[in-house]
């Protein structure tokens, strides 16, 4: 039987990228570049001012002083957008907006927090450029100027294939006026459930149907991957009803079945999947939960056959469709991270199988990271999923961890966020 | 001048719910709750097999081993989703599905592994119900078993108003069938530009202009936190023009205008604010990026008025913005996580402000985390923010800090997956 790293890797093998499409800016976040982007212009196109203040020549703040300013005489205001009308003589000073050019003769640029205007009435009046300014702090050259080309370099590549595109890469595209860029194709993605005992979300309740969840929980972790996968509803447990319904899920790049087909159960479903041109590459994975994983193939689909219980299917999703998803979307970082983490709280384990236990994750003493299992490990306890925020990571050669023993931990929520700021050591 | 703590503090207290709206389950992940949710049924509905099996009578098992088989007669083939047709008795068997309901008279169920049925043919066939299937595990009473409202009780709170909605929660809600839920409303965004030095990404090349970047690195940080921002573009710089975009963003829940409000910069924004019934709180924080942040409120409309650089501008929506928006949305958890770390390579700093320097993080001998500075730290070279994973936090009263020293790092990437599957410890 394949080990979960050993089904990661089969799956992963039939996992590729699926083509190249091109998205407005304002939906390229989350996406993975397909092009390299270079940069349309210099910026700053020229020397410019980082602050509000005063160009000057850095030699005439020598020794200035609150007690002693030096007394410049103001020459232009040079506002951003704008080209100055004069250059910056000895004893003279242009008033610059930040992001202003910085005029010829120039060489530094005093913050206006280090002057006072002699003349405040009409500041901005050319009548007053006749007025004077007291500067009170003495300059290195260059101080508070940003040179031509600092952030970005005509022709330099500011984003290359293969990087994820987040926040920071969005505002360098927008830098460059990149409105459409490539990024590698999304893949569609369809989820079917199958069996007879399963009763829709839609459906009228009856209690001896068991409410189909899995859907629901893996069309919300593909979401929570940034794709959007189309529900297919319940194959009910005939060989037409289910051909019927995977031939429609086939037309996807990804079908992902949930349950129907564990050891022994409705025996049509794997001559059905062989009879629809679908390769099964395994059926079944050493892990707990989730044992009865199976994966296959067609020239066009990869079909993830997930374990009928729910949490079984979660985990399923997190180690299996995941990673192949992240990677058919064009990312190299495909797995949740993990951390170390010490054990709150003995767990008894079985050999044999790596163990993936729901279990919550606190900070103890020293800010150490102590994970303590939820209870229950029954894989069709949902709740386990919602009162755990890890998974306790217990290896196949493990019969147990004790209290104070170091184990690794996967985390699973893939936007963190912490209650308090915690900004200081 | 407000510490970056107290700047928090102010927004956080001016950011409330802003009611409650009904989304379908399928949109309902990354919301918060508004309402209890409650079991509607028990599940399962009565006592059910958890494997592939036979139910049977644990007594019946005692002694049983590969070598010497105990023999039961199979009386009834139960299906998930179907009822058993009769019970079981001393020496008898039902075959039985995962999910399907344990007939009267078995106490376990034995798995389709530790089995072999004496004749295959027809297995399913009511014909065959007086074959005999061969045991050879010794079973526990109640193995295999889950009984009657394990996974939900009836009337149990299954989810909390305050819940943030995950996976696991869609799961849930499917499971007790609300197909609509109520949620926290999201706060409505409009983004806003400031000055005469701005070329925005569909305007054409001026050499002399700067491109907007900001307005699309804010739209992309509030993406990534699942609001979808409007963007209005560039007020220029008149009083006419910004007033009647700040009417257009005022008709929003929160505004955020990018630039414009540093110190000493177009005299006429600060007026143009109080003009338009803004109240300002504040100016200005202890930090380095994004010294000239701002912050005002209208009655309806929280008001950003962020720094002009794009550097500064992102730190700024990270600290402030994002919290204030996880707060109106519902969550508790506000912040971005932070880990502890040691110095990679030495940094020296201004005392004064806290500045949070953009680094990466990396994993260093012994797993230790290792922050190092991306470099240049000025607040326009957005490439600093596409080269960096972290922000280190050298607090306000530091001079700098030395290789190997320990400081607080803050993660920025909102969706944390690692290369490498790291599953052992």
Redesign the interface.
């Known amino acids: 039987m394949n080990s979960?790293?050993q089904a990661?890797e089969i799956i992963l093998a039939h996992s590729q990228r699926l083509g190249i499409e091109s998205v407005p800016?304002?939906r390229?976040?989350?996406r993975v570049l397909a092009e390299d982007v270079a940069a349309?212009?210099n910026?700053?196109?020229y020397d410019v001012s980082?602050m509000?203040?005063y160009a000057i020549r850095h030699a005439d703040t020598a020794g200035a002083t609150r007690e002693k300013p030096v007394v410049l005489k103001v020459v232009d205001d040079i506002?951003?957008?704008?080209?100055p009308e004069c250059a910056v003589a000895t004893g003279e000073a242009s008033m610059i907006?930040?992001?202003?050019?910085v005029p010829d003769g120039a060489d530094a640029v005093i913050r206006?927090?280090d002057s006072r205007r002699r003349s405040h009435k009409g500041?901005?009046s050319k009548e007053e450029y006749d007025s004077d300014v007291d500067i009170w702090a003495e300059s290195p050259p260059g101080d508070h100027i940003?040179l031509m080309g600092?952030?970005?370099r005509l022709g330099d590549t500011?984003?290359r294939a293969g990087d994820a595109i987040?926040?920071?890469?969005?505002?360098?595209?927008?830098?460059?006026?990149k409105?459409e860029v490539a990024v590698y194709r999304q893949p569609t993605v369809a989820i079917l459930s199958s069996?007879?005992?399963?009763e829709d979300?839609?459906e009228p309740?009856d209690?001896?149907?068991?409410?189909?969840?899995?859907?629901?929980?893996v069309?919300?972790?593909l979401?929570?991957?940034g794709i959007r996968p189309v529900?297919l509803g319940i194959a009910r447990?005939t060989p037409e009803h289910l051909k019927e319904k995977l031939l429609e899920g086939l037309k996807y790049d990804v079908l992902i079945i949930s349950g129907g087909v564990?050891?022994?159960?409705h025996?049509f479903v794997r001559p059905t999947l062989k009879d629809m041109g679908i390769t099964m590459h395994f059926w079944r994975v050493a892990m707990r939960p989730g044992h009865p994983m199976a994966f296959g193939s067609t020239e066009k689909t990869s079909v993830f056959a997930l374990p009928?219980?729910?949490v079984a299917s979660?985990v399923c999703v997190e180690e299996f469709v995941v990673?192949a998803m992240?990677k058919i979307m064009g990312?190299?970082?495909?797995?949740?991270?993990?951390v170390?983490a010490v054990v709150g709280r003995s767990v008894k384990d079985k050999e044999g199988r790596?163990h993936f236990m729901r279990a919550t994750l606190e900070k103890g003493a020293d800010?150490t990271n102590v994970v303590t299992s939820v209870g229950s490990q029954?894989s069709?306890?949902?709740?386990s999923?919602?009162n755990?925020d890890v998974l306790m990571?217990v290896?196949a050669s493990s019969t147990g961890l004790n209290e104070g023993e170091?184990?690794?931990v996967?985390?699973?929520?893939?936007?963190?966020?912490?209650?308090?700021?915690?900004?200081?050591?």
Do not use: C, W
């Open positions: 979960v790293i990661q800016i304002d390229a976040l989350g349309n212009r910026h700053p196109p980082a509000d203040g506002r951003a957008g704008s080209v907006m930040t992001g202003a050019p206006v927090e500041e901005h940003r600092e952030n970005l500011v984003a987040r926040p920071a890469e969005v505002g360098i595209l927008a830098m460059v006026k409105t069996g007879d005992e399963l979300i839609h309740f209690v001896a149907k068991i409410p189909n969840a899995n859907s629901y929980t069309m919300a972790q979401q929570a991957i529900v447990d564990s050891v022994g159960h025996d009928g219980n729910p979660m990673p992240r990312f190299t970082k495909l797995f949740r991270p993990t170390e790596m800010r029954s069709g306890i949902l709740m999923m919602v755990a990571l290896p170091k184990v690794r996967q985390l699973l929520v893939g936007s963190d966020f912490q209650q308090q700021p915690d900004l200081e050591i």
